[in-house]
C-alpha cells in the first residue's frame, strides 16, 4: 500500500480521536447509574448510596443507585458485564460476585473475570456472627453446644448462596463439627426480618448492615470475623477469641465497570473513588458502620490496578474454600 492511500484510509480514524479524546474528558456528561447486585438495605446498597452521594457532589452529575438482586449477585454483575462500556453503568461489587460465585456456580456464571474491570475498592468490613433472641446462647461456643446438642434443629442464613456471609458459614460448620441448614435470602433486608421473628436461628451478615439492629438489641451478637475487634462493636468478641480462628472472612465492596471502558475513564473514576476514601467526613461514616479502609496502595488508598491484584487474589483464596468446603448451589 503506497503512502498516500495509507494516509487516506487513516484520515477519518485520525480525525475521531480528539472528538473520543474529548468525549472521555467531559466524562460525566450526564447521570451515571451504579447497579447494586443486592436488595436495598444491606451493606452493599448503603456502602452504593455514600459512594454515589460523594460523587455526585464532586463530579457534578447524577450517581444513582439501582438494585437488581438474583443468583447470590450474579444477575446485576452480568447486566453491568454486557452494558455500554461507556462509563455510564457501574457496578458496586461484592467479594460474592466478584469472587466466590466463579468457583461456586463454575460454567453456570454467566460472566467472567476478564468481562469487568476493576476501577477501585471503597471498603472492607468483618462479618458478624448473630443469633435471634429468643435461642438461649450467649456466646459463639454455647451456640456450638447448642448445635451439637440439638442436631439438624437449626437453621442459619444469609443474604444469598455463594455470599462470603454463605462461605462464612460453611467455614463455621467445618471448623465446629456441626450441621445447620442454609437458609439463602435475596438480601441482608429479608434475613434479617426472618431473624428477628424468630424463625431463623442463627444468621450471618455484613457488620454495616446489621451493625444498627444489633445496637438496638433486635438481635444478639456472638462474633466477629476479624482478627481484632472492631472499633464499631467493640464488646464483640472475634471467632479466634472464641476458639475458631479458622473462622475468619473479611467481605469488600469496590467498583467495576464493563471491560472495555476507556482507560482514561477508569483512571479518573478510580482517583475520585481513592479522594472519597480518603475524606476524613465520609470515612467517619463507613467507619461508625463498621468499615475498615482499604489499604490497597502504599499511601492506605486504592486504585484500578491494585483493586485487581487484590480481586484476583480474593478469586483464587476463596475458590480454595469452595473446593474445601463442598459448598454448592442449587
Same mark, same amino acid.
Given at each position: ?193 426472618? !431473624? ?5 436461628? !442463627? ?128
Amino acid at each position: 500500500m503506497n503512502l498516500s492511500r495509507r494516509a487516506a484510509l487513516s484520515a477519518p480514524l485520525l480525525a475521531s480521536l480528539p472528538g473520543l479524546a474529548r468525549a472521555q474528558a467531559a466524562w460525566p456528561a450526564r447521570p451515571v447509574r451504579m447497579v447494586v447486585p443486592f436488595t436495598p438495605a444491606g451493606t452493599t446498597d448503603v456502602a452504593a448510596r455514600i459512594l454515589c452521594e460523594r460523587l455526585q457532589a464532586r463530579l457534578g452529575q447524577p450517581f444513582t443507585v439501582e438494585n437488581r438482586a438474583g443468583a447470590g449477585g450474579n444477575v446485576g454483575s452480568d447486566l453491568v458485564a454486557k452494558a455500554e462500556p461507556d462509563g455510564y453503568t457501574l457496578l458496586m461489587q461484592t467479594i460474592s460476585s466478584g469472587a466466590i460465585n466463579y468457583s461456586l456456580y463454575g460454567e453456570r456464571i454467566p460472566y467472567k473475570p476478564e468481562d469487568l474491570a476493576e476501577v477501585g475498592l471503597l471498603i472492607r468490613v468483618p462479618n458478624v456472627i448473630f443469633v435471634t433472641n429468643s435461642l438461649p446462647v450467649r456466646s459463639l461456643q454455647e451456640l456450638v453446644a447448642y448445635a451439637k446438642a440439638n442436631p439438624n434443629k437449626l437453621n442459619i442464613g444469609s443474604s444469598g448462596a455463594g455470599t462470603s456471609l454463605h462461605m462464612t458459614g460453611e467455614l463455621l460448620k467445618m471448623e465446629a463439627g456441626i450441621n445447620m441448614a442454609h437458609v439463602p435470602f435475596r438480601g441482608a433486608g429479608p434475613m434479617m426480618a426472618e !431473624v428477628m421473628a424468630g424463625r431463623i436461628e !442463627v444468621a450471618v451478615d455484613n457488620l454495616p448492615s446489621a451493625i444498627g439492629h444489633l445496637r438496638d438489641g433486635r438481635f444478639r451478637a456472638l462474633a466477629v470475623t476479624t482478627k481484632i475487634r472492631t472499633p464499631a462493636l467493640p464488646d464483640c468478641p472475634t471467632t479466634a477469641e472464641a476458639g475458631f480462628p479458622g473462622v475468619e472472612a473479611t467481605a469488600w465492596f469496590g467498583v467495576q465497570a464493563p471491560a472495555r471502558t476507556p482507560r482514561p475513564i477508569i483512571e479518573r473514576l478510580g482517583a475520585e473513588i481513592d479522594a472519597v476514601v480518603k475524606e476524613p467526613a465520609t470515612w467517619a461514616r463507613l467507619a461508625d458502620l463498621g468499615g475498615m479502609k482499604p489499604e490497597l496502595t502504599p499511601d492506605g488508598g486504592t486504585s484500578p490496578a491494585a483493586f485487581t491484584a487484590f480481586v484476583r487474589a480474593e478469586t483464587r483464596k476463596w475458590g480454595e474454600v469452595v473446593r474445601k468446603s463442598g459448598a454448592t448451589v442449587e
